[in-house]
């Protein structure tokens, strides 16, 4: 869906993708450029929205695996495609919709990367508990259920993605 974006013109949308404190849930954050660091342009600043309900005002966009097909709660996403989820997405999420309007081809380049190797079974994961973050790539997590042990030449890597915006950089 957010490839979907970025081919609209909302390309200043970014991802923060990562797990969940249990290790059992893939989740991915959704929010503009501004609100990610200069020194990780893949983590997001923590936002806490007013309201979490009201998606028309809301700043960043939540999905968890734990939703399965109910994309950010929505009980009417159980049969879309990409293209479909971002006509909702754009109705929805008003706000942050305006505010990822705008070209960043670096950083729209780079996603394309990590669809690729998500389509290829390769998850990205900047935070989790289990992992210190790193700050020189974004590690990738195998998870399909055929995989077998690769030798660490033979893993796939994933550069960070460009600076973000926000004028302070992470620290772990």
């Given at each position: 869906m957010?490839?979907?974006?970025?081919?609209?013109?909302y390309q200043r949308l970014r991802v923060m993708p990562y797990m969940a404190p249990s290790g059992g849930f893939w989740r991915c954050t959704i929010?503009?450029?501004d609100l990610f660091y200069r020194n990780h342009g893949s983590i997001l600043r923590e936002i806490l929205d007013p309201d979490p309900d009201d998606q028309a005002a809301a700043t960043v966009a939540r999905y968890s695996t734990a939703q399965e097909n109910?994309?950010?709660?929505?009980?009417?996403?159980?049969?879309?495609?990409?293209?479909?989820?971002?006509d909702k997405f754009v109705r929805?999420?008003?706000?942050l919709s305006e505010q990822?309007?705008?070209f960043d081809y670096s950083y729209a380049g780079w996603y394309l990367r990590l669809l690729g190797l998500a389509e290829a079974g390769w998850l990205p994961i900047v935070l989790a508990d289990y992992a210190p973050v790193v700050y020189d790539r974004i590690p990738l997590?195998?998870?399909?259920?055929e995989k077998r042990e690769l030798e660490e030449s033979e893993k796939p890597i994933l550069p960070l993605p460009p600076p973000g915006e926000l004028k302070?950089?992470?620290?772990a």
């Open positions: 957010v490839g979907e974006l970025h081919k609209r013109g929010g503009s450029a109910h994309y950010f709660d929505w009980r009417d996403a159980e049969q879309d495609n990409a293209r479909s989820l971002a929805r999420f008003q706000k990822g309007k705008g997590d195998d998870f399909r259920p302070q950089d992470y620290i």
